[in-house]
């Protein structure tokens, strides 16, 4: 089992959660983050003087799947998320070695 | 050592962490997340008219602990959050390479 | 790769950022989170009242670097996070299988 971790623009959400569901990928976990990639920042202009954002909001989904799913979860999110421009975001993949649910003892 | 993660219903998040207290587990990190299982979401009325809630409020919980204590943090967690409902929540068992104080050199 | 995982005192998150900056540490995804640590909690009086603040609000930050950056982060925070009093923080190190970016397929 694997998590895979995405950190997407928070506009993007909705449209990466239908993507998702339509190949049939309905769990997940949304966490609110803020962040920073390779170029540091954005400076803004705010009532005519710049302003450097140094972090900005991002939005983080954490779905765990099987081994095999991983591919296509990565294509998913990639082709609902992506702009072509920098800030897109960035997806890791991490191993789990146990699941299981509250509600019963599987 | 492991990084036990659990998401569980936030009313539930105090009989939690009673519980892991009472076995000597208090270390811990809490997120505030958004999400949903395989039942996708609900349908709640709201002034009459339906509202599908396609993301659920939930706690996740963080607990980095040494292998051997993993299966009592699992059992406590499910005995203390439990309801039988679906929605419970879900436990996952991440590895973790190193753990550190910032505090000290240890 | 990996994944350091830093929690962190929210008054040093600005030292933090700029100490990693400087070791050319850009990229990084920071969460609010709320914890405790062995110690439990802290009594604090308001109003005259003993109140138990059995979690208190702390940063969580995640930076995925090469195997080989790892040593230099640990350093890096612990270097400028550090007040060497209990509640300083904590540091996490997790495997990470694969990293990619959504606006391009690399
Ligand atoms: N190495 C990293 N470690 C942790 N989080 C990261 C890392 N790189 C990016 N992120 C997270 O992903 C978000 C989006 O990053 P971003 O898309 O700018 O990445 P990038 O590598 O700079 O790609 P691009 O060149 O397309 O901008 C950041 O705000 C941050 O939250
Ligand atoms: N595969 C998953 N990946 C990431 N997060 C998940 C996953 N499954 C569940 N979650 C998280 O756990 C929360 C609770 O899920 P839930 O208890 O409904 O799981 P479930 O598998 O549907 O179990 P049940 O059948 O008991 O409802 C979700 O809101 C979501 O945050
Ligand atoms: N074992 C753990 N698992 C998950 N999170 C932890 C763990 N230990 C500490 N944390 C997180 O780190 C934060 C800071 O913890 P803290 O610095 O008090 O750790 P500590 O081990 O008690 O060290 P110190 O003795 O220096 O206080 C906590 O609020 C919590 O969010
Ligand atoms: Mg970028
Ligand atoms: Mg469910
Ligand atoms: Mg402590």
Not at 19 to 24: N, Q, T, V
Not at 53 to 81: G, N
């Amino acid at each position: 089992m694997k998590m895979v971790q995405a950190i997407i623009r928070p506009e993007k959400m909705e449209a990466v959660k239908k993507a998702l569901e339509e190949k049939g990928f309905i769990a997940m976990t949304i966490i609110e983050v803020r962040g920073r990639g390779e170029q540091k920042g954005i400076t803004l202009e705010f009532r005519g003087k710049k302003v450097d954002v140094d972090t900005i909001p991002k939005m983080k989904l954490e779905i765990v799947v099987k081994d095999e799913d991983v591919e296509i979860i990565i294509d998913t999110i990639r082709a609902s998320a992506r702009t072509g421009k920098v800030g897109d975001g960035k997806i890791f993949v991490l191993p789990v070695e146990r699941m299981c649910k509250v509600r019963i003892d599987d």
